[in-house]
């Protein structure tokens, strides 16, 4: 058998291990196109921070690790796939054949339609190769705009404002990550950040980047008529799916590379993993891209198993879940966090303390959650909303205090004694 | 053979020694708000159930990491933080449906149980039994990903976490 995986983020990496432990004898090529051993873009903010240096963003710390393995390891561009006669053709002009195809080639950020993004000195933060330009000119007394305050920009925020720049954040909606907190909880974000010496704008929205005057390089023009003098702007303003390079396959892509619950594309014998792909959604049973690093690794663990033994494993949808911590205000959202149809909901709100839960209900079932400054126990939301247990008397008990969700979890499921190993 | 935890709730009174024990070896403070069991008092009924990771076959925590910072122990089966490795990012707290992966404000990073390297200490301190350290039945062996056996990653430069003001619920400010 003649694995590839196209992609050498999470996604491939992880399927690529699976792979050889599903399949011992095959051949497994892992081709990626970035300059660098397979790496975490998740790491990008703590190594812009200095934490860590570049090693400490590749996925495989062991520099052997791939030949251990019998995966060979390529840095080249795939520029397309032929399905039929199941090839593909490389850059450099190269073709490679496959038995079965893994696209996990992930999505990269968009750059927005603002007159003057394409000038020097604005960066989007996506790949490694970003983050040495943006460490180069993050330096205290410099300028930095940051368009976007999503999730991504959310993250590198805090990296940003740690370099002792002067940090201005603009963002068309009301509030910060809007597709992950409500108005109440994005509202707590943004006063955290002022009282943290960031400048917020939002519901504001980047008109044009011009030419500087003065001893600033350039000059971000919002449509409040305010005027920003920076030395680097950084663009956050959402992504998309690496897909076209498929455009002549025959491979049908929506959002993403359209896939059943098998992982299966369109196209007999070829999967999709990760970012790229528009996977099965646990709330809804929908599919959509979630571009998130734990969606990314679940895909990569089931495509890899199903391109060995056969599509037999469903992928029961994956939670979308996100954890965030805004110089130092810890925020996480889960699942229907914005809540159901029909559905009930329990709060509690500190705003004095930045304290915040938020739960959804359906039924007597938690749907979705999203909180500040829960750090304990937090995972307990995804178990919680996974497992779709019947919360019984503690949904009443939750909504009159919706911090004591373990005990409503220890509770509620059989987990009282019992261990993976042992009963 | 394996071990693993067993909790038994039913024997637990609530004395909170496993916490005492596990924050005082683990951290080195008598303090039940670091250690890595926690006993959960359900008030109304007057019942205790001590919790924690179960060391699950599934490791959500150890694959949702994004820098290989969570590593099995080939010897004891756990699921064990690299401190010099993780960067505290938080996906791991997430990612486990057991809530049993926390951050630490004082690190910068994840704690969760790892055993104690084989020799548990919540489990010596019990009084009752309710925790015990027992021999896992060899089914469970065969449960460990081939991959994930890999040795210790080596750690690249790592510094740490800087000093930031933290707000969340229940850790000391
Ligand atoms: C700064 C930053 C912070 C983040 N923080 C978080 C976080 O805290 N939590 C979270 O859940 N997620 C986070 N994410 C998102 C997370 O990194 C992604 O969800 C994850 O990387 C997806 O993995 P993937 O393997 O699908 O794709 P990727 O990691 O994007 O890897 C795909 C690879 O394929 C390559 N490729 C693309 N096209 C081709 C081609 N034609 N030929 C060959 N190679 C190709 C790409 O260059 C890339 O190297 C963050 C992302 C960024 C940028
Ligand atoms: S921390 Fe959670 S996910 Fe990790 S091994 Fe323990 S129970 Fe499993
Ligand atoms: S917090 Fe540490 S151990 Fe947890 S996922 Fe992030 S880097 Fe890995």
Redesign the pocket.
């Known amino acids: 058998m003649r694995h590839i995986v196209?992609?050498?983020?999470?996604?491939?990496v992880v399927a690529v291990e699976h792979l050889r432990a599903f399949d011992p004898e095959g051949q497994i090529t892992l081709?990626?196109?970035?300059p660098e051993p397979p790496y975490?873009?998740?790491a990008?903010?703590y190594y812009l921070i200095n934490q860590i240096d570049e090693r400490g963003t590749h996925l495989r710390k062991d520099a052997g690790h791939f030949d251990a393995l019998g995966v060979e390891v390529l840095q080249?561009?795939?520029t397309a796939v032929d399905t039929a006669a199941k090839t593909l053709s490389l850059a450099a002009g190269d073709s490679a054949a496959f038995d079965k195809l893994l696209i996990?080639?992930?999505?990269s950020a968009l750059t927005p339609m603002i007159p003057g993004v394409e000038s020097d000195g604005v960066y989007r933060?996506?790949t490694l190769a970003d983050a040495r330009n943006i460490v180069r000119l993050a330096q205290p007394g410099k300028s930095v705009v940051l368009i976007g305050a999503g999730f991504?920009g959310c993250?590198?925020l805090e990296a940003l404002a740690a370099s002792g720049a002067d940090l201005t954040v603009v963002e068309v909606e009301n509030r910060m990550v809007p597709r992950m907190l409500n108005d109440t909880a994005g509202g707590l974000i943004k006063k955290w950040c002022e009282d943290h010496g960031v400048k917020v704008l939002t519901s504001t929205k980047v008109e044009s980047i011009d030419q500087g005057s003065g001893d600033r390089p350039l000059n971000v023009v919002c449509d409040s008529g305010e005027a920003i003098a920076a030395d680097m702007v950084i663009t956050a303003t959402g992504v998309s799916a690496?897909t076209g390079?498929l455009n002549d396959s025959g491979i049908d892509v929506d959002q993403g590379v359209v896939v059943d619950d098998y992982l299966n594309t369109s196209a007999d014998d070829v999967y999709a993993?990760?970012?790229?792909a528009q996977g099965k959604d646990f709330s809804t049973g929908g599919f959509n891209v979630q571009?998130?690093?734990?969606t990314?690794v679940e895909h990569g663990r089931i495509a890899a198993r199903n391109m060995v033994q056969g599509n037999h494993h469903a992928h029961r949808g994956s939670v979308n879940m996100?954890v965030l911590d805004t110089l130092g205000l810890i925020s996480s959202s889960f699942a229907m966090w914005m809540g159901v149809d029909g559905g009930d909901s329990a709060e509690v709100s500190d705003p004095g303390r930045f304290r915040y839960v938020n739960l959804q209900f359906q039924d007597d079932r938690l749907v979705g959650a999203s909180t500040l400054g829960l750090t304990d126990h937090v995972g307990v939301l995804r178990g919680l909303i996974e497992s779709k247990v019947r919360l019984d008397g503690w949904k009443e008990k939750l909504k009159q205090d919706p911090t004591r969700l373990m005990e409503a979890y220890i509770a509620r499921t059989q987990a009282l004694g019992h261990n993976a190993y042992v009963r | 053979m394996l071990r693993a935890l067993q909790l038994e709730p039913e024997k637990c009174t609530g004395c909170l020694q496993c916490e005492m024990a596990c924050s005082f070896e683990n951290e080195g403070v008598f303090n039940p708000a670091k250690s890595r069991i926690k006993v959960f008092n359900f008030h109304d009924q007057g019942r205790f159930a001590p919790y924690t990771c179960t060391q699950c076959d599934e490791a959500w925590c150890m694959h949702a990491c994004p820098v290989e910072a969570i590593v099995v122990n080939q010897d004891t089966g756990a699921k064990e933080v690299l401190d010099s490795v993780c960067v505290g990012?938080k996906?791991c707290t997430i990612a486990c449906p057991f809530g049993t992966v926390n951050y630490s404000h004082d690190s910068g990073k994840v704690i969760k149980c790892d055993l104690c390297g084989g020799d548990p200490w919540c489990a010596k301190a019990c009084p009752t039994g309710a925790i015990t350290y027992v021999d896992i039945d060899s089914t469970g062996l065969g449960r460990m990903r081939a991959w994930a056996q890999q040795g210790v990653p080596s750690a690249a430069s790592f510094n740490a976490p800087m000093e930031k003001d933290v707000q969340t619920y229940g850790q000391a400010q």
Do not use: L
Not at chain 1, 104 to 107: E, F, L, P, R, V
């Open positions: 196209i992609g050498a983020g999470p996604a491939g081709i990626g196109d970035e975490s873009r998740m990008i903010p080249a561009r795939v996990a080639t992930g999505s933060c996506w991504i993250i590198i690496n390079f993993a990760g970012d790229v571009a998130i690093q734990p990314a996100n | 990012c996906v």
